[in-house]
């Protein structure tokens, strides 16, 4: 089959394609690692990973939904709802990396990842990619001061930059994961957002 074959010639070419440009950003895993630059440019990189790991954001948003819970019941809906759209995310994310199951990228050292389970194994998407994508973009629909709006924007595009910076994933697995999380807020606000504020 014709069709088949081409289809497959493309896939290839795209793949390589994609582990040649991920290997060129991926600039600390080429850093030699007994210099103080790397030191410093891993922790804090690291630092950023946590920030942005479904385990430290999904408790921060469902923290803030209680803390506003008896003040600001609209703003406690929107984080509440947060919460929930990154569980779905994490559920979706680890369905689809256990089905494609596409292995990390080789310069990536998975021992010392930070709060992860076994799907993290596994490259795609991107499950920083979805969160933060997924929050920027409910920071541009959400927040009014422009200020705390595009910092936290600009914040949660790093994070999702870092992933292929550091090695942890090549470049197509961000951008996969990039649109995943900007498709599921489409998706959760359309068909299943939760109207809570007679909750608080």
């Known amino acids: 089959m014709p069709e088949y074959r081409y289809a497959l010639s493309i896939t290839a070419t795209l793949d390589r394609l994609d582990y040649n440009i991920s290997q060129k950003v991926a600039i600390l895993r080429q850093m030699d690692r007994n210099t103080k630059s790397f030191r410093v440019l891993n922790t804090l990189t690291r630092i950023f990973e946590i920030i942005g790991s479904a385990a430290t954001t999904i408790p921060a948003t469902l923290i803030l939904t209680i803390w506003y ?10 984080f509440l709802n947060a919460t929930i759209l990154q569980l779905l995310n994490t559920c979706v994310t680890a369905c689809i990396k256990g089905v494609v199951k596409r292995e990390r990228p080789g310069y990536s050292q998975n021992g010392d990842m930070y709060l992860t389970r076994w799907v993290d194994m596994y490259s795609f998407p991107s499950g920083h990619a979805v969160q933060m994508l997924t929050l920027a973009r409910f920071c541009i629909l959400y927040i009014a001061d422009p200020v705390l709006k595009w910092g936290l924007t600009t914040l949660f595009g790093v994070i999702t930059f870092l992933r292929v910076f550091t090695g942890r994933h090549f470049l197509g697995d961000v951008v996969g994961g990039s649109l995943l999380g900007w498709y599921m807020v489409s998706l959760y606000t359309t068909f299943f957002w939760v109207d809570s504020t007679q909750f608080f």
Not at 69 to 78: D, E, K, L, N, Y
Request: proline share 10%; aromatic share 0%; net charge neutral.
């Open 69 to 78: 819970g008896g003040v600001h019941p609209s703003i406690a809906s929107i």
